[in-house]
């Protein structure tokens, strides 16, 4: 147990269907990050979220649409996928600034996009 | 950009084996992460190191900054050490972001 959950833990989805992944930190952190894992390749940085604004967005389409409502929240809203975006979808929080680079990672959303 | 590279790929070793997995970094860095990721996904912070080596149980992580490389030891290992380790950097200097290496994928047999 890390300190960070996320819901849900599996998803299947059509390429037409809208749904929302959510991760919630409960160590007072004040980054949040998504991360996509593919099979055989390194986690990709997604979203860095710090003090509730967007602070990185490395190129990634626009059907994932990140919202981060309060330091302790933070959801990815998925539309119209493709079935290369199935993946697992990690994410991960951390004191943002203060020198302590360490990140706490959630369990991760299994998606398969059919 | 912090190329990060691991080897092995792949390490299967038998119990009570002494396991070492290697990580090599291109950009001088101020601290380097190790983490373990179970089959099913989570991933556990293990080390986060920025010189010397660091010790938890049979885990032992090792950083050589003026080479840019960092091992990971486990000693005596275990079946349920089996996991993908993961190295992981800033893309430069410090900074909260991480470059990630590819993971080794660790299988202890009893």
């Known amino acids: 147990e890390t300190g960070v959950t996320q819901t849900p833990r599996h998803l299947v989805m059509g390429m037409t269907n809208k749904k929302s992944l959510k991760c919630e930190q409960h160590?007072?952190?004040?980054?949040m990050y998504w991360y996509k894992q593919s099979a055989k390749k390194p986690l990709e940085l997604m979203f860095v979220y710090s003090l509730e604004e967007r602070v990185e967005n490395n190129s990634v389409p626009s059907r994932f649409s990140p919202e981060c409502p309060n330091s302790s929240h933070l959801f990815l809203h998925l539309h119209t996928l493709q079935p290369e975006d199935s993946a697992l979808y990690l994410c991960a929080s951390s004191q943002f600034r203060t020198g302590r680079y360490e990140q706490y990672f959630g369990p991760g959303t299994r998606l398969t996009v059919t | 950009k912090n190329e990060v590279e691991q080897s092995p790929q792949n390490l299967t070793a038998q119990e009570g084996e002494f396991i070492t997995i290697n990580c090599s970094y291109s950009v001088g860095i101020s601290a380097l992460h190790w983490l373990q990721q179970h089959p099913g996904g989570g991933i556990v912070s293990l080390f986060m190191?920025?010189?010397g080596k660091k010790k938890h149980g049979r885990l032992i992580a090792t950083i050589n900054i003026q080479e840019k490389h960092s091992s990971l030891h486990i000693t005596a290992s275990h079946p349920r050490d089996s996991a993908v380790y993961i190295c992981a950097a800033p893309p430069q200097g410090g900074s909260e972001k991480l470059v990630f290496g590819k993971g080794t994928k660790l299988t202890v047999n009893p």
């Open positions: 190191l920025s010189s």
């Open positions: 160590l007072g952190h004040n980054a």
